[in-house]
């Protein structure tokens, strides 16, 4: 797929005031709330701006609607159409039905299944075709091409960079005196609008980008000079797994974004058990992106007023479940031990009786006796429990020693 191109110039502050004019009756003035648990564990002043409580569960109907609303007449009787795995279906689509538009929305066959049910709740034809994403691009473009219909693109177009820039007009409203704002980056339309914005009320604030590290495509084009295309992408973060910027949101990201930096998956995972379990906040990886850099320290901000764009909560259900398991894990929590035992009646009891002495619930429980690393005559046990405090393992571990059973523990 080539990069993403537009004639049109980049939007103008005054464009970003238009947007929040004709959004202000349609989106959700979102919450900017000071964490006082990120405040202490980072030394900075946090605030997290929470689009994730935004229709659709992210920002991206702000830039859709004000796009479609600026079509003409004849351009809306044709519909609209988008190729997009996630957050930019359904904000497609709940703007066109809001409009009165037809809405046709391509998706791999890959996308999550309570996705693809959301947007098609929001009102749009889903088309599910092609084994990647470009397939589904590829597909919408020739539909597009058949129909007359209006391809919304998901970040490189004026009106889609002044409607998600209304996010930065929010901020400056309700933390004037803020100092630094992060912002997660995937083709950049949400932060060329919110840089345009704030740049233009507040030179001096810091306007920092933040991409997964198996996504680096603005950084590389920034560094390189011109917008290029990364051969792939990976990344648990899928909001903002995109391989090249377009043009417009290179040409703001060179201009008005002050530095750019990242943060792997297990930085963002780990970011977002922390967002459910202190803030009781539920986002999607891409959505913590920007709260990873300050916790994990990609930047400097000790002692400063911070804004972390939360941008999206559409959490694939899977993901979900494995951020939770590792998140107690890591915090000492949840503990998983293998233990090779005689496969004899009452073996498994006398491990059990361990766990319940020291009050540990009981997770999951695995045998396994079929696999050439485990000697006849024995059984390997894996047991998943769930621990009071993180002292409780230790004592855990000495009663097996004790006993003389061979285990480890397990990651």
């Given at each position: 797929?080539?990069?993403?191109?537009?004639?049109?110039?980049?939007?103008?502050?005054?464009?970003?005031?238009?947007?929040?004019?004709?959004?202000?009756?349609?989106?959700?003035?979102?919450?900017?709330?000071?964490?006082?648990?990120?405040?202490?564990?980072?030394?900075?002043?946090?605030?997290?701006?929470?689009?994730?409580?935004?229709?659709?569960?992210?920002?991206?109907?702000?830039?859709?609607?004000?796009?479609?609303?600026?079509?003409?007449?004849?351009e809306l009787s044709k519909g609209v159409l988008c190729a997009s795995a996630g957050n930019h279906a359904q904000g497609v689509a709940f703007a066109a039905t809001r409009l009165g538009v037809k809405s046709t929305v391509f998706m791999p066959v890959f996308a999550p299944p309570l996705k693809v049910i959301a947007t098609r709740s929001y009102g749009a034809e889903?088309?599910?075709?092609?084994?990647?994403?470009?397939?589904?691009?590829?597909?919408?473009?020739?539909?597009?091409?058949?129909?007359?219909?209006?391809?919304?693109?998901?970040?490189?177009?004026?009106?889609?960079?002044?409607?998600?820039?209304?996010?930065?007009?929010?901020?400056?409203?309700?933390?004037?005196?803020?100092?630094?704002?992060?912002?997660?980056?995937?083709?950049?339309?949400?932060?060329?609008?919110?840089?345009?914005?704030?740049?233009?009320?507040?030179?001096?604030?810091?306007?920092?980008?933040?991409?997964?590290?198996?996504?680096?495509?603005?950084?590389?084009?920034?560094?390189?000079?011109?917008?290029?295309?990364?051969?792939?992408?990976?990344?648990?973060?899928?909001?903002?797994?995109?391989?090249?910027?377009?043009?417009?949101?290179?040409?703001?990201?060179?201009?008005?974004?002050?530095?750019?930096?990242?943060?792997?998956?297990?930085?963002?995972?780990?970011?977002?058990?922390?967002?459910?379990?202190?803030?009781?906040?539920?986002?999607?990886?891409?959505?913590?992106?920007?709260?990873?850099?300050?916790?994990?320290?990609?930047?400097?901000?000790?002692?400063?007023?911070?804004?972390?764009?939360?941008?999206?909560?559409?959490?694939?259900?899977?993901?979900?479940?494995?951020?939770?398991?590792?998140?107690?894990?890591?915090?000492?929590?949840?503990?998983?031990?293998?233990?090779?035992?005689?496969?004899?009646?009452?073996?498994?009891?006398?491990?059990?009786?361990?766990?319940?002495?020291?009050?540990?619930?009981?997770?999951?429980?695995?045998?396994?006796?079929?696999?050439?690393?485990?000697?006849?005559?024995?059984?390997?046990?894996?047991?998943?429990?769930?621990?009071?405090?993180?002292?409780?393992?230790?004592?855990?571990?000495?009663?097996?020693?004790?006993?003389?059973?061979?285990?480890?523990?397990?990651?």
């Open positions: 797929m080539a990069v993403a191109h537009n004639p049109l110039p980049l939007p103008h502050f005054s464009d970003i005031i238009n947007a929040q004019s004709v959004l202000s009756n349609v989106v959700k003035l979102t919450p900017l709330e000071r964490s006082k648990s990120f405040s202490a564990m980072s030394g900075a002043d946090v605030y997290l701006k929470l689009e994730n409580l935004q229709s659709t569960g992210s920002f991206k109907v702000r830039g859709a609607y004000y796009k479609i609303h600026n079509l003409k007449p004849e889903v088309i599910l075709t092609g084994d990647t994403f470009d397939d589904a691009y590829q597909a919408a473009v020739e539909f597009q091409e058949k129909t007359g219909a209006t391809f919304v693109h998901p970040f490189n177009d004026p009106y889609i960079i002044a409607g998600q820039g209304t996010v930065g007009l929010e901020i400056f409203g309700q933390l004037r005196e803020v100092d630094d704002v992060l912002i997660p980056i995937g083709g950049g339309g949400l932060i060329s609008g919110i840089a345009i914005a704030l740049k233009q009320l507040n030179p001096s604030i810091r306007i920092i980008g933040v991409e997964a590290d198996g996504a680096q495509s603005m950084k590389v084009s920034i560094e390189k000079g011109e917008p290029v295309i990364l051969n792939s992408v990976a990344t648990i973060a899928d909001g903002i797994a995109v391989k090249s910027p377009g043009n417009l949101t290179f040409e703001a990201a060179k201009t008005f974004v002050d530095e750019f930096v990242v943060v792997n998956d297990a930085e963002m995972a780990h970011t977002a058990y922390l967002m459910m379990q202190r803030s009781k906040i539920l986002t999607e990886p891409s959505g913590v992106a920007a709260m990873a850099a300050i916790l994990y320290q990609k930047i400097n901000v000790k002692g400063r007023k911070v804004v972390a764009i939360v941008s999206g909560g559409n959490v694939n259900m899977s993901i979900l479940e494995q951020i939770l398991d590792k998140g107690v894990m890591e915090e000492g929590l949840r503990a998983r031990i293998q233990v090779l035992i005689p496969d004899q009646a009452g073996m498994l009891k006398s491990i059990i009786s361990i766990l319940e002495k020291m009050k540990a619930n009981i997770h999951d429980i695995e045998h396994e006796r079929s696999t050439t690393s485990v000697p006849v005559g024995y059984v390997q046990v894996t047991i998943t429990f769930n621990l009071q405090d993180t002292h409780q393992l230790p004592t855990i571990l000495a009663e097996l020693d004790k006993r003389g059973m061979k285990y480890q523990v397990l990651k």
